[in-house]
């Protein structure tokens, strides 16, 4: 049997695999990439049709005999199991994308819920901080008000010692006045008792006009309570305006003389020219 039909046979159905596998290449070049999966599966399938192809041929041109025969079906059937195992591995791919997709989704949607979380807890923070320093604000501005009070009291409470000690001195120097005036009387009495033996054989003339003067200095050292005069009485018996007067009357009581000029009810001048003239007891 001659060999070169079925040698030139070959060849041309060679060459016509070999252009449809680069046709199929380029049409997929053209859609997208290809991957693995595909690509074997393609070129298996087009093994497989050249291999059909082939067999047709060699069938028809009677040019194989029965063992090219049943090699090229076992070609065939090998070709087709390669074509098998492509596919379940296309399968198998396709399910590994589909899950990655899904893992893909669940992923995003868990990313988004943190993304949501985390704005919240930032809006939070940031509200918290802004009531924070609303809050400090306010405390500031408190501290401010409690050291100004602060401040006030301690001038206050300076201006009242002041005031303590002015009439701690005034109480201490009339209470010296008033010894020194006790005593005095006290003297002056003595000396009368004491003169007193020696005018009894007077005559009653001389006792008389004694006792005269006695009574007529008697009024001259009456004082004038300024706790209970009227304005009317200030003004007449000590001399002094009607506004003093009514000063003196509200600001009543005092417990010594000296408070007229403790508490600003009469100047210094004023109270030196009244002060012997006056008394706070019934």
Not at 34 to 56: D, F, K, N, Q
Not at 92 to 101: D, I
Not at 217 to 246: E, R
């Amino acid at each position: 049997m001659d060999r070169e039909p079925f040698t030139n046979l070959c060849r041309a159905i060679g060459k016509l695999v070999d252009k449809v596998e680069m046709m199929a290449y380029t049409q997929q070049e053209r859609r997208g990439p290809i991957g693995p999966a595909r690509t074997g599966e393609g070129r298996m399938r087009h093994v497989w049709m050249a291999g059909l192809a082939l067999m047709s041929a060699m069938a028809v041109s009677g040019c194989v005999s029965d063992k090219k025969y049943h090699e090229a079906l076992a070609d065939a059937d090998t070709v087709r199991g390669d074509l098998e195992r492509a596919r379940a591995q296309k399968n198998a791919l396709e399910q590994q994308v589909k899950t990655l997709k899904d893992l893909n989704a669940k992923f995003g949607s868990e990313s988004q819920i943190a993304r949501d979380e985390l704005q919240r807890i930032q809006h939070g923070r940031d509200k918290e901080r802004d009531t924070i320093d609303v809050r400090t604000k306010e405390l500031e501005d408190k501290v401010k008000q409690l050291s100004a009070q602060n401040r006030n009291i301690k001038q206050e409470y300076d201006e009242a010692r002041r005031h303590n000690e002015q009439l701690k001195s005034l109480v201490a120097r009339y209470q010296k006045e008033m010894k020194e005036r006790s005593r005095s009387l006290t003297s002056n009495s003595s000396h009368s008792e004491l003169t007193a033996p020696s005018l009894g054989g007077s005559s009653s003339s001389k006792s008389a006009a004694f006792g005269g003067a006695v009574e007529a200095a008697a009024p001259s050292v009456s004082l004038l309570n300024i706790n209970k005069a009227p304005s009317t009485d200030l003004v007449l018996t000590l001399g002094v305006s009607q506004d003093v007067a009514d000063r003196i009357v509200s600001n009543r009581p005092y417990r010594v003389k000296g408070e007229l000029v403790a508490k600003n009810v009469v100047p210094k001048d004023i109270f030196d020219d009244i002060k012997d003239r006056i008394t706070v007891s019934p």
